[in-house]
């Protein structure tokens, strides 16, 4: 089992649609939770990051993680043809982030 | 101006050629890293670097060599390239190893023919 698992997609959404994401993780030692987003041909860039249990809203952005369930979310609301890109969902533990393989998003005008 | 960049930002060469990559960051940043992101776009960590330290070394066959003259730079060379090593290779920095946030490079695109 990978340690973090992600349905690659891809995802194709009209634009003002929510986006629902997740993601799954193995190992117990992740404590931090981060979302990094990826457009095509470029490198990955922090979009959100949580600590705890529960929701973190930022924007149209909010982030969810149940520990308990090692479960992970990423909500976009009314979705933009500019949030077209892959999610990467990315624990961290023990000094290193281990990434998903991306949800790949497609918002179409 | 460009937090991190790499050169080069394309490479097409031969198997068994030896290649190098190199990365820079001008945010002032401790740790440096090396990722590896190959056709399925799966991104996992190669190598990390913290003041010129090696931290973490992954699974990774020891053709590849990260080098870090000093803490702005991380080099990373290949020797006998093979086609399997043909991925994007990003560069990545923080301000600690603990940090939550790591910034990119834009990607050195690497076709082993």
């Known amino acids: 089992q990978k340690e973090v698992e992600q349905d690659p997609g891809p995802l194709s959404v009209p634009e003002g649609a929510i986006v629902s994401l997740n993601c799954t993780y193995s190992?117990?030692?992740?404590?931090?939770f981060m979302w990094y987003r990826q457009y095509s041909r470029k490198g990955p860039e922090l979009l959100m990051y949580t600590y705890s249990s529960g929701n973190k809203e930022d924007g149209r952005f909010t982030a969810q993680v149940d520990k308990s369930s090692k479960y992970i979310s990423l909500f976009i609301r009314d979705s933009q043809p500019s949030d077209s890109a892959t999610y990467l969902c990315?624990?961290?533990?023990?000094?290193?982030?281990?990434f998903g393989k991306g949800n790949q998003v497609v918002v179409i005008p | 101006d460009t937090a991190v960049s790499q050169t080069p930002k394309y490479l097409v060469t031969q198997m068994g050629n030896d290649k190098s990559i190199k990365c820079e960051q001008n945010?002032?940043?401790?740790?440096m890293y090396w990722y590896k992101q190959d056709s399925k776009k799966f991104l996992k960590i190669m190598f990390s670097?913290?003041?010129?330290?090696?931290?973490i070394n992954e699974t990774v066959p020891n053709r590849f060599s990260p080098k870090s003259p000093d803490k702005a730079h991380l080099n990373l060379h290949i020797n006998s390239l093979e086609l399997g090593d043909s991925a994007v290779y990003f560069c990545a920095s923080s301000q600690t190893p603990l940090s939550d946030t790591q910034y990119f490079g834009p990607g050195t695109r690497l076709t082993v023919l």
């Open positions: 670097y913290n003041n010129k330290e090696l931290i």
């Open positions: 190992n117990s030692a992740f404590q931090y």
């Open positions: 990315a624990p961290r533990g023990n000094n290193r982030l281990a």
């Open positions: 945010l002032g940043h401790d740790t």
